[in-house]
């Protein structure tokens, strides 16, 4: 999708479907920075890639081959009962971007030696296909070795015997060896963030019936909103009952938005912008939430749209990313403001707060992406430097209580900075590389030529 500063009325009709009923002018509300201080964009990019060296030797040095490090213990962690190198995998392409060649090389080399998905064990379709599935498309498009491709393949017709539902929308778990499936009682995010990757695997392929197993499944959880267009957040997957009525923008609806629009500028596919308009003009009507501190998103019911709960959190944050993909970029500076503040207070974001009360309700950090993520997609739309010195001040608290002697760590609680023994594997994958790529000026990734997934692995549009 082709971004411009000022549009006008009869070009904005011309290509409404990539952008919300409601979208914005580009003028943005101030950030809440108190002065303006120039950030070295070079010296950021390399503490950044610093860091993503410490954090890589600590794994390789107490969990190698394994999915993850506890970073405290110093010992290695599995998901499941074999390992599926979710953090060799994850972290690959964001060495690839760092132009860390001797760590991608060593990545490679044990993903193509010890990754084998005919393992009999039940994994979770979601974080599968973001990590691994979505990690291995992505390493194939930017590496080139065709061995990732097929890798990818195999999972991909391994993950896909989940959609074998009565309604085409994916069980919630899925036997990698046998394809027996779990889990019905499912919601938005692990139904309907399945079209990026299935899409990007049947264009290299030339197979239509990724793309449109993934299609189907999105079309019967779109078929299932409100008349006001809002989407529940509990869906039963085999009967297609709605078992929990609260929209919301948070975890287990969020990425169900984010691929609805992602999808149709990745695709061109008028299908999923004709969903994503409506969809976008009911969450930005009945969950937008202007407080006199500023904007924020609620929880309310599907069929009153009503706020029934004031609760915004780190991974709401990624919605001011999606505004700005879709132009919409007054809304996304006042939300990134919002999201900024709601860091600040703390130093360190809380997994979700009272955005009135200003209340913590759960103060783990996980070492999350989104808030950062926000600020790089508003710098590549503005080069504003505010967005600069936002991201470096994330940062700078991010290494001052999370970094470890071998690692990084997620935080117990925000208030008291106690860490948590454990290094998700999106660190490498989406923290690490939004934090470089915000301020990295080797234009070796042209934002407006990659669309995201979820886990920040990027695909080539066109």
Same mark, same amino acid.
């Given at each position: 999708?082709?971004?411009?500063?000022?549009?006008?009325?009869? %070009?904005?009709?011309?290509?409404?479907?990539? %952008?919300?009923?409601?979208?914005?002018?580009?003028?943005?509300?101030?950030?809440?920075?108190?002065?303006?201080?120039?950030?070295?964009?070079?010296?950021?990019?390399?503490?950044?890639?610093?860091?993503?060296?410490?954090?890589?030797?600590?794994?390789?040095?107490?969990? +190698?081959?394994?999915?993850?490090?506890?970073?405290?213990?110093?010992?290695?962690?599995?998901?499941?009962?074999?390992?599926?190198?979710?953090?060799?995998?994850?972290?690959?392409?964001?060495?690839?971007?760092?132009?860390?060649?001797?760590?991608?090389?060593?990545?490679?080399?044990?993903?193509?030696?010890?990754?084998?998905?005919?393992?009999?064990?039940?994994?979770?379709? %979601?974080?599968?296909?973001?990590?691994?599935?979505?990690?291995?498309?992505?390493?194939?498009?930017?590496?080139?070795?065709?061995?990732?491709?097929?890798?990818?393949?195999?999972?991909?017709?391994?993950?896909?015997?989940?959609?074998?539902?009565?309604?085409?929308?994916?069980?919630?778990?899925?036997?990698?060896?046998?394809?027996?499936?779990?889990?019905?009682?499912?919601?938005?995010?692990?139904?309907?963030?399945?079209?990026?990757?299935?899409?990007?695997?049947?264009?290299?392929?030339?197979?239509?019936?990724?793309?449109?197993?993934?299609?189907?499944?999105?079309?019967?959880?779109?078929?299932?909103?409100?008349?006001?267009?809002?989407?529940?957040?509990?869906?039963?997957?085999?009967?297609?009952?709605?078992?929990?009525?609260?929209?919301?923008?948070?975890?287990?609806?969020?990425?169900?938005?984010?691929?609805?629009?992602?999808?149709?500028?990745?695709?061109?596919?008028?299908?999923?912008?004709?969903?994503?308009?409506?969809?976008?003009?009911?969450?930005?009507?009945?969950?937008?939430?202007?407080?006199?501190?500023?904007?924020?998103?609620?929880?309310?019911?599907?069929?009153?749209?009503?706020?029934?709960?004031?609760?915004?959190?780190?991974?709401?944050?990624? %919605?001011?990313?999606?505004?700005?993909?879709?132009?919409?970029?007054?809304?996304?500076?006042?939300?990134?403001?919002?999201?900024?503040?709601? +860091?600040?207070?703390?130093?360190?974001?809380?997994?979700?707060?009272?955005?009135?009360?200003?209340?913590?309700?759960?103060?783990?950090?996980?070492?999350?992406?989104?808030?950062?993520?926000?600020?790089?997609?508003?710098?590549?739309?503005?080069?504003?430097?505010?967005?600069?010195?936002?991201?470096?001040?994330?940062?700078?608290?991010?290494?001052?209580?999370?970094?470890?002697?071998?690692?990084?760590?997620?935080?117990?609680?925000?208030?008291?900075?106690?860490?948590?023994?454990?290094?998700?594997?999106?660190?490498?994958?989406?923290?690490?590389?939004?934090?470089?790529?915000?301020?990295?000026?080797?234009?070796?990734?042209?934002?407006?030529?990659?669309?995201?997934?979820?886990?920040?692995?990027?695909?080539?549009?066109?």
């Amino acid at each position: 999708m082709t971004k411009t500063h000022i549009l006008s009325v009869s %070009f904005i009709l011309m290509i409404a479907f990539t %952008f919300s009923i409601k979208a914005q002018t580009r003028e943005t509300t101030p950030i809440l920075l108190e002065k303006s201080q120039a950030v070295d964009k070079k010296a950021m990019a390399n503490k950044v890639k610093a860091e993503f060296v410490h954090s890589w030797n600590g794994y390789k040095k107490y969990a +190698w081959g394994y999915d993850a490090l506890l970073p405290l213990t110093l010992k290695p962690h599995n998901w499941y009962k074999k390992s599926l190198l979710m953090t060799p995998v994850d972290a690959f392409d964001t060495m690839i971007l760092m132009d860390l060649t001797d760590q991608a090389k060593e990545a490679k080399e044990l993903i193509f030696k010890n990754l084998d998905f005919n393992v009999d064990m039940d994994v979770q379709n %979601f974080e599968v296909s973001i990590r691994i599935f979505g990690g291995l498309l992505s390493a194939y498009e930017l590496d080139g070795d065709r061995r990732f491709l097929s890798l990818a393949e195999d999972l991909g017709k391994r993950l896909m015997k989940a959609f074998n539902s009565p309604t085409g929308m994916p069980y919630r778990f899925v036997n990698l060896k046998t394809g027996a499936t779990s889990g019905p009682e499912s919601n938005p995010a692990e139904i309907g963030t399945y079209l990026v990757e299935y899409g990007t695997l049947s264009k290299h392929t030339g197979n239509p019936v990724y793309y449109q197993t993934a299609m189907k499944a999105m079309t019967a959880l779109y078929a299932l909103r409100s008349p006001l267009n809002l989407t529940a957040e509990g869906i039963n997957i085999e009967t297609g009952k709605v078992t929990n009525p609260i929209s919301h923008i948070s975890g287990g609806i969020d990425s169900y938005l984010e691929y609805m629009l992602k999808g149709s500028i990745l695709f061109n596919d008028k299908q999923l912008s004709d969903m994503w308009i409506p969809t976008a003009a009911a969450v930005n009507k009945y969950l937008a939430d202007q407080t006199p501190d500023g904007l924020w998103y609620g929880h309310a019911d599907m069929y009153t749209g009503k706020i029934s709960e004031t609760s915004y959190g780190a991974l709401d944050a990624f %919605f001011s990313g999606t505004l700005a993909l879709n132009n919409d970029m007054k809304r996304s500076a006042d939300l990134q403001n919002s999201n900024y503040s709601m +860091w600040m207070q703390n130093d360190i974001e809380p997994e979700s707060m009272n955005y009135v009360t200003k209340k913590v309700e759960n103060g783990s950090y996980a070492l999350r992406p989104e808030n950062i993520e926000g600020a790089y997609y508003l710098y590549q739309y503005t080069h504003d430097e505010r967005y600069l010195e936002m991201g470096k001040a994330m940062f700078d608290n991010l290494v001052k209580y999370c970094r470890t002697d071998e690692a990084y760590a997620a935080l117990k609680d925000v208030r008291t900075k106690e860490k948590r023994d454990y290094m998700e594997s999106f660190f490498f994958a989406e923290t690490l590389k939004y934090a470089f790529l915000l301020f990295d000026d080797s234009g070796k990734l042209n934002f407006h030529k990659v669309i995201f997934n979820t886990e920040a692995h990027p695909y080539k549009r066109g």
